[in-house]
């Protein structure tokens, strides 16, 4: 049982699936911090200084009521909110993330079969039998008669 187990794990797919899982996890951590930390500070301080981590909707007070100065404070006084701060910076990762894919992987992918395709479109595909023009049925090229309408062919 182990035997196999290690011939399972030792499938050229399985270890480059596991390799992917671990750089896409860590583009995935980049890709938050770029939102975070570089994209999303700018965004609110040309809105007015507003930090997209902090907006939220109060459902319910906590233990100490509002107004709470912030998601942490409300969190913590057991508030019940809908962070849609939150959300949006998860959107904007979401957006960032999918397009670095589709440029990076699915483009240069689709770009590649692509021209793969055009150089198997380019190359004729050759045969050995030609057409009667009496009967249309596909015959040897050397074939001075139709085996099938018996028609002289020339």
Known sequence: MFKEFKIFI???NVVDLAVGIVIGAAFGAIVNSLVK??????IGLLLGNVDFGNLFIVLK????????ESLLVAQTAGAVTINYGVFINALINFLIL???IFFFVVRPLNQLAARQKSKEA??????????CPYCATQIPLKASKCPYCTSELM
């Open 10 to 12: 030792m499938r050229g």
């Open 37 to 42: 930390d570089v994209l999303m500070p700018p």
């Open 98 to 100: 999918a397009m670095a």
């Open 122 to 131: 380019v190359i004729p595909a050759q045969t050995d039998k030609k057409d």
């Open 61 to 68: 007070e906590g233990a100490i009521s509002g107004p709470y």
